[in-house]
């Protein structure tokens, strides 16, 4: 296993970088994307709602086709280090093409690219995610590492907020429409991505996991079965997700139609709420090792829905009101980044214990699978739903159309993840338990090679 002493800050630092641009893409995947092809490229928000819903669930279904290609991989440079290298160039291709389409395109041109970047997505992410997973076996050194990945994650975010706000004025005459913040972000993107990609290949180490044959998708897969506590978070995060998948899918909407406020406005909303998540950060992280992560993810989970409620209660000045209410979401925020994947990367070491194998990217793809399917038929449900009943992005809003957006903003998305919360409240693979399975595998190891 990686020796925790050896892996410096410096290197951590490091493979986290890439990370910033990783943030600012699920950013704009969440909160801008299906309101940008809805709103102003023109195609109705039922058959953007179905594409992003069809593009998600094909990506959820290639994830463990590529978890399961990496964990085969077998090269001096480890088993992720390549796919990520490989990956880079196209992803960066597909990320301009999906955010700054040609004028005029339609329905074909979004299904296509959004296919097609989402396959680069997968082949990029998904050994990136299990790469961190190796560098720390430990419980503690599995939460500092995402902490720092995550942490990295949320400070994109800030640039992405920050950036349209600073610079946008001093390029776009008027209001800066969507097509603008989505040109000057990808383009941060792609920058981000040059620059720290080499470096974190070069400076962070490959990480160690535990040789054995190599598993097809099948066998792996079959194999994972008897792994309860990881059937078990996973559908517990799918029920989560796809309670924020309805929240994320009409956030905007609801701030702009439903209380007024412009789209720059969103922006120092969602700037708000990422300040005060690097604020939490380190508090999140202390709790983990004291209580446990999965009850943490509960209480930063529902405080997150909880926290949206005070939209009920915003008075006479909206803006202030809804910077009051997403720093208190922003408070709860890293948890729903930081604890999953620790969580899911800690079934690894049961699975192994159950006769399983070291197949970490199969896992997070696994972990990745069903965040992505909850994303899908949350964004196709929550558009459509809407839509359905009464809300309109391309017209006047209506009060019919206010209560639509209530209802699948605010109201359903913390009844939805509260199924997943309790779920989880009594996970069973706790700091203590993981000691003991990792001390087991390492006597069983030892014993192997006596």
């Not at 190796?134 to 975010?157: C, H, P």
């Not at 180490?205 to 990881?230: D, I, T, V, Y």
């Not at 609801?254 to 508090?283: H, N, R």
Request: proline share 6%; glycine share 10%; with cysteine.
């Amino acid at each position: 296993m990686t020796n925790p002493e050896k892996t410096s800050t410096l290197a951590l630092m490091a493979y986290s970088g890439p990370m910033i641009a990783l943030s600012i893409v699920n950013m704009l995947l969440i909160a801008y994307l299906p309101n940008f092809y809805a709103a102003e490229i023109g195609v109705t928000i039922a058959v953007v709602g179905g594409i992003f819903m069809l593009a998600r669930a094909f990506d959820a279904v290639i994830d463990p086709v590529i978890g399961n290609l990496s964990d085969r991989t077998r090269s001096r440079w480890g088993r992720r280090k390549p796919w990520i290298a490989f990956g880079i160039p196209a992803f960066m291709l597909m990320t301009w093409l999906f955010f700054q389409p040609p004028e005029g395109v339609g329905m074909t041109y979004l299904l296509v690219v959004a296919l097609l970047f989402y396959v680069t997505y997968a082949i990029v992410i998904i050994p990136y995610i299990s790469w961190g997973a190796e560098i720390y076996r430990d419980y503690e050194g599995r939460t500092k590492v995402n902490s720092l990945r995550e942490g990295a994650g949320i400070f994109g975010t800030v640039i992405a907020t920050l950036l349209p706000v600073i610079l946008l004025p001093l390029m776009v005459e008027g209001q800066p429409g969507l097509r603008d913040i989505l040109w000057l972000l990808a383009l941060t993107i792609i920058v981000i991505l040059a620059l720290t990609i080499p470096t974190a290949l070069k400076i962070a180490p490959q990480g160690e996991f535990e040789p054995h044959p190599p598993l097809g998708l099948f066998s792996a897969l079959s194999l994972m079965r008897s792994n309860k506590p990881l059937m078990r978070m996973l559908v517990a995060i799918f029920i989560i997700w796809l309670g924020g998948a309805f929240h994320n899918s009409t956030i905007l909407f609801y701030v702009t139609k439903g209380l007024g406020l412009a789209e720059s406005d969103f922006l120092w909303l969602v700037l708000t709420q990422y300040l005060m998540a690097l604020i939490s950060l380190p508090v999140w992280n202390k709790l983990a090792n004291i209580i446990g992560r999965h009850r943490v993810l509960v209480i930063g989970a529902m405080g997150y829905f909880l926290a949206h409620q005070g939209f009920y209660f915003v008075g006479e000045d909206p803006f202030l009101g809804a910077i009051l209410v997403y720093a208190a979401a922003g408070f709860m925020t890293p948890v729903i980044w930081v604890m999953p994947p620790a969580i899911v990367a800690d079934t690894v070491e049961y699975g192994m214990f159950k006769g399983g194998s070291d197949d970490a990217a199969l896992y997070l793809a696994l972990y990745a699978f069903v965040q992505k399917m909850a994303l899908a038929i949350g964004v196709g449900l929550a558009l459509a739903l809407a839509g359905n009943l009464g809300f309109n992005p391309q017209a006047a809003i209506t009060s019919q159309g206010i209560w639509a957006l209530k209802l699948v903003t605010l109201i359903l998305p913390g009844i939805i993840a509260l199924a997943g919360c309790l779920l989880i409240w009594n996970y069973p693979i706790t700091q203590k338990r993981h000691a003991i399975i990792r001390k087991w595998l390492a006597r069983r190891a030892g014993g192997q090679h006596q």
